[in-house]
């Protein structure tokens, strides 16, 4: 079958630096996505790995590891808005979108 | 502006009443999905299409049914006989054949309420 697992939740200091990891299982493999998600509203694009190595994006950087099945964001200089749930999502052979349950990850002053 | 629109954000209903969500875009995006999601879990796929007149089940489709009549719209009739309906449903468009694929874009969400 497949799977994707993330951490349930994580918790970080506001300016500090965060790494939320992903692994997956898939029928085949076009690109790994993230997402952040504020809670009761819809998911917002962040990244998107199709090659193994580090995308950067401002203070989000997000890295994949084929051979691993393996991803990670990384949030710097967290600030208090970062406070959200983070989606790992794989597309598949079919080009479908395989989601993770999601990361809820909490800023703390 | 360009963007996909779901109607109600919120939506409350009688047990044993179909009730539908309304989905609209303008992106020219051939390819649209509707997801639930519930807390803790991740996006579980009910319906999509890639063209109109067209669709395919996803992994929950059971007691839901969809129309894809024009490219911009896909709504999603939550039946009667769908057990568990209160959930957050999420509708979602994309192209198709991308190289690379590109992002799904989401509408706002539709909190559905069983009273």
């Not at chain 1, 993230?34 to 989000?60: C, I, M």
């Not at chain 2, 969500?21 to 009910?46: F, K, T, V």
């Not at chain 2, 911009?72 to 694929?101: H, M, R, W």
Request: net charge negative.
């Amino acid at each position: 079958g497949q799977n994707i697992d993330q951490p349930t939740e994580m918790t970080a200091t506001e300016g500090a630096i965060v790494q939320i990891n992903c692994t997956y299982q898939t029928s085949g493999f076009n690109g790994l996505f993230w997402y952040q998600q504020h809670a009761g509203e819809a998911p917002t694009f962040l990244s998107y790995n199709v090659l193994d190595g580090l995308e950067e994006k401002g203070r989000f950087s997000s890295f994949l590891s084929r051979s691993k099945g393996y991803s990670y964001l990384l949030l710097k200089e967290l600030q208090m808005k970062d406070s959200a749930s983070y989606l790992c999502a794989v597309m598949d052979s079919n080009y479908q979108l395989i989601w993770g349950a999601g990361t809820k990850l909490i800023i703390k002053p | 502006d360009g963007g996909i629109t779901q109607s109600p954000k919120y939506l409350f209903r009688k047990e044993g009443q179909n009730v539908t969500l309304s989905c609209e875009q303008n992106l020219n995006h051939d390819a649209m999905y509707w997801y639930r999601q519930d807390p803790g879990q991740g996006l579980r796929l009910i319906y999509y299409s890639q063209i109109v007149n067209d669709f395919q089940k996803g992994d929950i489709a059971e007691g839901y049914s969809v129309s894809r009549e024009k490219k911009e719209s896909f709504p999603l009739t939550v039946t009667s006989a769908q057990k568990n309906p209160t959930a957050f449903y999420l509708c979602a468009s994309s192209i198709v054949g991308g190289d690379p694929p590109t992002e799904a874009f989401f509408g706002q969400g539709t909190r559905l309420t069983v009273v």
